[in-house]
């Protein structure tokens, strides 16, 4: 680890301070959305289609509302006055053509599992029982589930206003420049790249209890949510109808998101709307199969690539039409992920003269698509790395040496990569740095070295590079809302700061963890900053009330902007404690500094005013200095002006049973680079994670939809989320670029892990089957596939 | 539907394996409940109804495990048992290696070999190997009890020769002859854990030469299938590199309409069956001749 | 049908349909720390003990536990102290979201009561049966060894 400075009393920022949230988490303590239990407590369970395309000609539902313990039976009819739920982030400059879901579909559904009717019951065992006693005539239309089908002539047509079942078609970067030079180049590769659907799988599903109070009108929803106050927006807002004021939106902890839960989820209406119509407190928790197939999925593109270079390995050109599958009916910000998250990072970590990029957003019958972890990040870096190799390929260059010709050089930030990043431009980045210290520690020379000799022995052992750079911090709102974008939002983060009367303080902050340690995180920095014990440190979040808004947890903008956020409202604190301090110090303003939680007179830090006998005095106000507003507190509000980018190299070493196709992954090291790091224990699980979650995609899952709409891999049973077993033990290290956006220099390290690994597995696959003229392999690399490929290749 | 908790049923819980016998007999949609790792998952999610669950852990005696000359393991002997046993793992260690990694460390806690093999997976791991090494199955029913040959109990996919009314009460192995090894390899699916394709070998070596050979295929087909080309193969083998090689291209001629999934073709699970079926085999006559 | 089940060294007593999983029975004692993260039995988020052995109380009726003894996450350490895994765990960064942690708290307790010295290989192999999405795993391996290490 890089983390050499010396530790000065109280400051904990860059430590590994243990998690304050884990007594809870260990102990059995901690409540999740399923263990709310209020008095009177309804159960919730929902009857979905078993069709990819229907039409719904009738419900009857008579049988199941007889049924013992059943309260009540609703179908999509029930809430018809509920609009369907808002698409809150469209991909800018063009027309996208809106399917959203109501809270129940009323006559037509478009993707197995969506919902038709719910069962309102005393148990979750009667409610479950009556799922089966209601009778739906559905009248089945014809299916289509792969996305280059869906937009062929002929396809079924899955919704009126989409013809061609194209959402969008988006294109940026300056197409003609990028065919001249493709024309120009000495070489030009192409490829199909299948970058394969993904379950997300947080271990806690989806869940949400409301009730409703007559006397006021007003609703308490909890819900498993990464951003609780953009769920009261949306709902109140764009759904509801009502006041923000009337609803207050609570996230318990939440048993991880991975994306999954940013979004408005007609069943999060639904049962909001179910409090209002039964009277009485009501809870739904998803099926983990219910999970795989109503949740939303991630990836799922296909993408055409051309890449054309010089002999010399240098990259002038890279172009892609992409087919996004966006599912049935649009999730909350479908159109947003592989538009500006996907489309606006293709140049990597290289100086690409010449970029253009056109998507296509395409309805299929399948479940939903949106942000999961990385959410267009690993897409982009997936298509640019796949691109590195195949020129290196092409060439008969070391995959090494044509990434070091292409970076960009640590002297040319801020880099504009070709203007596809709309006005926003790379922080900073030495990604050389990072290279060299991960080829050290794989020992490049003496791999390639043991790979030859293994190639003697009929072994194929192989070393995948992944050099990637990615965007995170979101965002400026100024640059969220340039025309081109399409966000329905801005994304500053929020901080509430309370010193109480005894030293003590409440920091409620907008951010919305679930299992990213924010509390650790930001408690380090108050401490550091305040100068007081982590322990007199209370984060609080997940709660609209009282608190100011706040965006939420996604896109690893959670110390990037939210731990900013914090770090101002401090600095005016700690001016106010100095004021204060001073006043009581009998001195001037300007004499005193107020440093390691106390404000003394310059050169006399022994005659000192410790920041609790400032926080008394200031919440007493017996004496404070003229025109000072009694107690220790501020809100504050951070909007970035830049986003950030890190950046590192992952390696993967792999060897492969050639008999049975069996990848087996040997070693991984990751050499990252986030800036500068708040707690490098919480940062290096962020990376393990992440690493598992990116190499599991390039390796083992993948959701499979067959020809009628039917999700295979609909369980855990064949879905395959890895196991301890599936890995080696990871080698984690960093490099330190501090970003100059923000004052804490911090980058984002959340989902780095998933973005990088992907494609470092798989340039160490077909670097191991090389011998064998393999030039590329779509995911998962599954024994077959990789067994057909060996086959194919020897026939 | 989506449900992930059973529909009603009535539950019993005999003292005796003759109270158990009546019980079901009485009532045709009444299952036993062994372990409840197969059978558990399937009511909840409502794809298996019975009208009763009739409980055997409380008849006395059901979980033995006894080593005399041949293995006899009770039906509810668990899967950890069977794993942690030193009579099996003395005698039979490859049996003792499969119970060791059949589903996972909970499962193995709770599952039963009787369980189990009533069940009747395709996919799982006991009913190859109990073919390999040629096991009985004992049952008791209204009509008393019998024993079936492992090759006649396994009858298709989830489909045994128990008759409605009838439980498995304990399975037999014979002991394995001197100069005797056998070996079970498994392609687990990274999901489930179950078998895409496993092999269970048993060789008998005299004097360096091959006596009596079984090579038994899991996952393909249902039930599992004798590899007997193979088998025969290597009867008179000294089990050189080069003869294993030519026994096991034999393998695939006994896994006519071998099932293929989302995770692997038929065509792939027949070619993991012959690399597989190869280091069974190697491993088995290492070990005879340990 | 009536079940008595000792729960963490009480003795609780119910009225119970046959059908109610011991995971359920559980949960509505109050016991929450028992998660349920799956439907067909694969993740173990819901491991407890049962008369001393792991085992995953989705995959269990709680007429089959009538008069066997129980230990969930509540009932693991004594005194209202930590155990040496829940420390382990702790002190590891052995947990992110947590979901799944008390089932692999569990389980580690049995893996390690079965082989107090585990390899790395034997850790990996006997926390199978438990899924976690957050960890990648690596600190959750260091917490076992860790917790083997202390134990020794």
């Known amino acids: ?795 | 539907m989506y449900t992930m908790r059973p529909a009603e049923f009535d539950y019993h819980a005999p003292t005796s394996l003759e109270e158990a016998l009546t019980l079901l007999a009485e009532d045709e949609g009444s299952r036993p409940l062994a372990g409840g790792q197969s059978l558990i998952p399937l009511l909840k999610l409502r794809l298996a109804l019975p009208s009763a669950l009739v409980d055997l852990r409380r008849i006395p005696g059901l979980d033995e495990i006894s080593a005399n000359g041949g293995l006899t393991l009770g039906a509810r002997a668990t899967h950890r048992s069977v794993a942690e046993s030193d009579a099996v793992r003395s005698g039979w260690p490859a049996l003792a290696e499969l119970a060791a990694q059949l589903g996972d460390p909970q499962v193995r806690n709770c599952g039963t070999i009787g369980g189990s093999i009533s069940h009747a997976d395709p996919a799982a791991d006991y009913p190859t190997m109990l073919k390999a090494l040629g096991a009985t199955v004992t049952a008791k029913g209204p009509d008393g009890e019998r024993t079936l040959a492992a090759d006649d109990f396994f009858q298709g996919v989830f489909a045994t020769a128990l008759e409605t009314g009838e439980l498995v009460t304990s399975v037999t192995v014979p002991a394995l002859a001197a100069g005797t090894g056998a070996a079970y390899v498994k392609h687990r699916h990274p999901a489930s854990f179950y078998a895409v394709a496993a092999v269970a070998a048993v060789v008998s070596v005299e004097d360096g030469a091959c006596t009596d050979a079984r090579v038994t295929v899991g996952g393909v087909t249902a039930p599992p299938a004798h590899a007997e080309a193979a088998a025969e193969a290597l009867r008179g083998s000294s089990g050189s590199e080069e003869e294993i090689a030519a026994a096991v291209a034999q393998v695939p001629e006994a896994l006519t309409g071998a099932r293929g999934d989302t995770y692997a073709s038929g065509e792939y699970r027949t070619h993991l069956a012959k690399v597989l079926a190869g280091r069974a085999i190697a491993a088995a006559f290492e070990r005879a001749a340990a | 049908m009536h079940v008595a089940i000792t729960v963490n060294g009480v003795r609780r007593e119910a009225d119970l349909e046959p059908r109610v999983l011991l995971v359920d029975f559980l949960r509505d004692l109050g016991l929450t720390g028992t998660k349920i993260a799956c439907d067909t039995s694969q993740c173990g988020a819901c491991t407890i003990h049962l008369d001393g052995t792991a085992v995953k109380s989705c995959a269990v009726l709680a007429v089959q536990a009538d008069g066997g003894a129980v230990t969930t996450i509540e009932g693991l350490a004594s005194n209202g102290g930590l155990h040496a895994v829940q420390e382990a765990f702790h002190d590891q960064h052995g947990l992110q979201c947590g979901f799944c942690t008390p089932g692999m708290i569990m389980t580690t307790v049995d893996l390690l009561a079965g082989n107090p010295e585990p390899t790395d290989a034997e850790i990996r192999h006997g926390l199978e049966g438990n899924l976690c999405r957050c960890t990648g795993y690596e600190n959750i391996v260091r917490a076992v060894r860790q917790a083997a290490e202390v134990a020794r």
Not at chain 1, 73 to 96: H, I, M, R, S
Not at chain 1, 223 to 233: A, E, G, K, N, V
Not at chain 1, 362 to 381: I, K, L
């Open chain 1, 1 to 795: 680890m890089t983390v050499t400075e010396e530790r000065q009393t109280t400051t904990l920022v860059g430590e590994s301070v243990k998690r304050v949230e884990d007594a809870r988490l260990i102990t059995g303590e901690a409540k999740y959305l399923d263990d709310l239990n209020l008095p009177g407590m309804a159960h919730v369970a929902i009857l979905r289609s078993p069709y990819a395309h229907a039409r719904i000609n009738g419900i009857d539902t008579s049988k199941a509302a007889e049924h013992p313990g059943v309260i009540a039976v609703y179908t999509g009819k029930d809430f018809e006055d509920l609009p369907a739920l808002p698409c809150a982030w469209q991909a800018g400059g063009v027309e996208n053509f809106v399917n959203t879901p109501r809270v129940l579909e009323i006559d037509r559904v478009t993707f197995t599992g969506a919902a038709v009717a719910v069962v309102v019951a005393e148990t979750k065992y009667a409610a479950e029982d009556a799922l089966g006693l209601i009778e739906v005539d559905y009248e089945p239309l014809d299916v289509v589930v792969d996305v280059e089908a869906a937009v062929a002539e002929g396809a079924p047509q899955i919704h009126e206003n989409a013809p061609g079942n194209i959402v969008m078609d988006w294109s940026i970067g300056d197409a003609g420049a990028t065919d001249k030079a493709l024309g120009e180049a000495d070489v030009v590769v192409k490829e199909r790249l299948v970058n394969q659907r993904l379950i997300p799988t947080p271990m806690e599903g989806r869940g949400a209890a409301a009730t409703y109070e007559p006397s006021t009108g007003e609703y308490t929803v909890w819900m498993t949510s990464q951003d609780p106050h953009i769920m009261r927006l949306l709902m109140t807002a764009f759904v509801f109808g009502i006041p923000e004021t009337k609803m207050r939106c609570i996230a318990l902890h939440v048993g991880g998101g991975f994306g999954t839960k940013i979004f408005l989820y007609h069943e999060y209406v639904l049962i909001a709307a179910l409090a209002q119509k039964v009277g009485r407190p009501v809870k739904w928790m998803e099926t983990r199969r219910e999970n795989y197939v109503a949740t939303t999925h991630g990836r799922d593109h296909v993408a055409y690539l051309e890449v054309g270079a010089k002999r010399d390995g240098t990259i002038t050109a890279l172009k892609t039409k992409t087919y996004a599958n966006l599912g049935g009916i649009l999730s909350t910000i479908a159109p947003g992920i592989p538009t500006t998250l996907y489309g606006r990072m293709l140049s990597g970590a290289y100086r690409i003269p010449n970029i253009s990029c056109q998507v296509l957003g395409v309805y299929t019958n399948t479940g939903m698509v949106d942000a999961y972890r990385g959410a267009g990040r690993p897409e982009a870096t997936y298509l640019v790395e796949r691109a590195v190799d195949l020129v290196a390929a092409e060439l008969g260059l070391d995959p090494v040496d044509v990434r070091r010709r292409n970076f960009i050089p640590p002297d040319a930030f801020p880099y504009d990569p070709a203007g596809i990043l709309n006005g926003l431009e790379y922080d900073t980045g030495d990604y050389e740095k990072a290279l060299d210290r991960a080829l050290e520690i794989v020992d490049y020379e003496g791999f390639r070295r043991e790979q030859e000799a293994a190639r003697k022995q009929g072994r194929y052992r192989g070393i995948g590079f992944s050099t990637y750079v990615e965007i995170c911090g979101a965002a400026p709102s100024a640059w969220i809302g340039t025309v081109g974008e399409g966000w329905g939002a801005s994304m500053w983060e929020s901080a509430m700061i309370r010193v109480h009367l005894t030293g003590k303080a409440v920091v409620t902050i907008g951010t919305q963890p679930q299992g990213q340690g924010h509390a650790t995180t930001v408690s380090q920095i108050v401490a550091s900053e305040l100068g007081i014990p982590i322990e007199d440190v209370t984060v609080e979040l997940g709660d609209t009330l009282n608190a100011p808004f706040g965006y939420g947890t996604y896109a690893s903008r959670s110390a990037a902007v939210g731990g900013v956020a914090v770090y101002n409202s401090l600095q005016k604190i700690k001016a106010k404690a100095r004021r204060i301090g001073a006043h009581m110090l009998e001195a001037d303003v300007e004499d005193v500094e107020f440093a390691d939680g106390k404000a003394f007179v310059k050169g006399a830090p022994d005659t000192a005013k410790t920041i609790q006998e400032i926080a008394g005095a200031a919440a007493l106000a017996y004496d404070l200095p003229e025109g000072e507003e009694p107690f220790l507190d501020d809100t504050t509000y951070y909007d970035p002006p830049n986003c950030t980018f890190p950046f590192g190299t992952h390696i993967a070493v792999v060897e492969i049973d050639a008999e049975t196709g069996e990848v087996s992954l040997e070693r991984y090291i990751a050499v990252d680079d986030v800036g500068k790091v708040i707690n490098p224990m919480i940062v290096d699980g962020q990376v393990h994670g992440g690493i598992a979650q990116g190499i599991a995609q390039a390796l083992w899952e993948s959701g499979v939809y067959d020809e009628d709409g039917q999700l295979r891999t609909s369980s855990l049973m064949n879905y395959a989320v890895p196991k301890a077993e599936f890995f080696p033990p990871f080698e984690v290290e960093r490099t330190e670029t501090p970003t100059d956006v923000n004052p804490l220099g911090v980058k984002g390290a959340g989902e780095t892990g998933t973005i990088a690994s992907t494609p470092a597995v798989v340039n160490a696959v077909v670097d191991a089957l090389m011998p064998l003229g393999i030039r590329h392999l779509d995911m998962p690399l599954t024994p077959e596939r990789v067994w057909q490929a060996i086959e194919q290749a020897k026939a």
